[in-house]
């Protein structure tokens, strides 16, 4: 039990304890100063040994009898005296003791030392989520399936009982409490060398920035990946040095962008997050105007994608209001966006796409129709707000639905699960529809529409054969990884996709020899990977792979000599 909560048991208890013991010095002294009577007739008192044994068993009502001998009237009197006092001190007790221990404070010390008992015991590394919400429970289960531990901390003691009843609750340390405070973030294991990050998506970002304050005081190394959808708390949070800030508004923004300019990239996004294979047709999203239905922070940004690509664009919103500029050149309308005169008034029978942006799934699903029979070919963009209207939005047929919570998802377990493959996603979003389409088709030729994505680092535990043999001044490709151990001259269903190493970043790297300490990132089939783990951590299979010659044994040579 934790100091606080011996202290707040002995602070409950201690008038009822003061009660019980001064009944009993009362009713033990009695006992010793009354003569009584000894078989003989002789006067006798009882020590005080025998007085406490007889007040013992008399005061519990337990009923032994009168020893050592049979007691004079004075004493019965006396003893019936105590009796009374001493039950209605136990009682008194007892009553402290149950009040005591259905205390909340008490219970929420108790419960906080089981919490913090639970988190020192994990030894492998673990991430820190911060409150109990549909988005972090998707991502502590993609946590799961990477084997990667978790600690869950929420105010609500209503929602950590919810969460509890959740299969993934399984090995997870709970605990009720304000996450904003150092302490909460200390008893959730901030301080340990194995807490490696921590998720805070609070709706109030200036939570997140705090909690990004607090990591960087008290432990500088754990990363912070935090929401933030404000430019303001973006720049404080990167100022950090520790925090990611993950704008899910800027991140389907550029989705849009990518879609307009190289659609093929938007495929091998898709694949990466695991949303679909290879075979996903590109999304070529039409040149033209362009009616986005909601102008707050998710709005502002596609004004601006949109500029850059030339296209013209109107913006409706009833209650936000933008500048003058846009206003007097009718690119943004101050007006119900489910109104039939107003979309027809924004251009809703030329326009090519309709973008739904509002926070309510009705109304966006509303909109939807009213454009749908206004414009039975525009191109449709809707928002999902909540996982209830699904299969509603799911026969809407609508061209590309998104949810800012699964973007949420995806990112934050991308980014802490599978860091090399991030580092991937985040390379090929900078190129160009032709580079996208040849590695698509790359991809598919080699290996087929849905390969796994597998990585390697090249260190002693990892890649024995091959650290061993780079150690030796012997020159190693990448290339050697591909080869078949059934022919080495030729190659698995493998493509290698990136080399990350120190200072460089090496994509679709051919013919590069390997250094200690690389990390390489293969897409390839289930045989593939095999065979890279057996080429790279075994010395007869990779001899073999770079030789073409079985390595004779130095035991079965000698034997053999």
Partial sequence: MSNNAFWIILQKLRAPLLVIIITYSIAILGMVLIPGMDDNGKVYHLSFFDAFYFVSYMASTIGFGEAPYTFTYAQRLWVTLCIYITVVGWFYGIGALVTAVTDKTLKFEMMRNRFRKKVREIRDDFVIILGYTYVNLEIIKKFHASNI???????????????????????????????????????????????????????????????????????????????????????????????KAVNPFEIFTKRVDIALESPHILVLENWIYENSDLMDKAMFLPKGKYIVCGYGRFGKLLHDMFEKHNLESVFIDEKRIASVEMIE?????????????????????????????????????????????????????????????????????????????????????????????????????????????????????????????????????????????????????????????????????????????????????????????????????????????????????????????EKESPILKKLLG
């Fill in 149 to 243: 531990k978790v600690v869950l901390i929420d105010e609500d003691e209503e929602k950590i009982s919810h969460f509890l009843l959740e299969e993934a609750s399984q090995d997870v340390p709970v605990m009720v409490g304000n996450a904003l405070l150092t302490e909460t973030l200390e008893d959730a294991g901030i301080l340990l060398s194995n807490c490696k990050a921590i998720v805070s998506l609070f709706k109030n970002e200036e939570n997140n920035l705090r909690i990004a304050i607090l990591t960087k005081f008290l432990n500088s190394k754990v990363k912070v990946i935090a929401k933030s959808t404000y430019k303001d708390i973006t720049v404080s949070l990167l100022d950090t040095d520790i925090a």
């Fill in 329 to 549: 050149s009718r690119k943004f309308i101050r007006a119900n966006p489910d109104d039939r005169e107003t979309l027809l008034n924004a251009g809703v029978k030329e326009a090519v796409g309709l973008i739904v942006g509002t926070q309510n799934d009705i109304d966006n699903l509303s909109i939807i129709i009213t454009a749908k029979k206004l414009n039975p070919n525009i191109y449709l963009i809707a928002r999902e707000n909540t996982m209830q209207e699904v299969s509603i939005f799911q026969a809407a047929k609508i061209d590309w639905l998104f949810m800012f919570e699964k973007i949420l998802i995806n990112k934050t377990s991308l980014a802490l699960t599978r860091p090399l493959k991030h580092r991937f996603l985040k390379l090929i979003l900078k190129k160009d529809e032709e580079w996208g389409k040849k590695l698509v088709r790359l991809l598919r030729v080699n290996i087929g529409t849905n390969p796994i994505i597998t990585s390697l680092k090249i260190n002693e535990n990892d890649s024995y054969a091959i650290y061993h043999e780079i150690l030796d001044g012997q020159n190693v490709p990448v290339d050697v990884l591909l080869r078949s151990l059934s022919n080495w001259q030729e190659n698995n269903k493998i493509v290698p996709l990136l080399i990350h190493r120190a200072n460089e970043e090496i994509l679709i790297p051919k013919n590069r020899d390997l250094k200690i300490g690389d990390e390489i990132l293969f897409a390839c089939d289930k045989k593939g990977k095999e065979e890279i783990e057996l080429i790279a951590s075994n010395i007869y299979e990779l001899y073999y792979a770079m030789y073409g010659q």
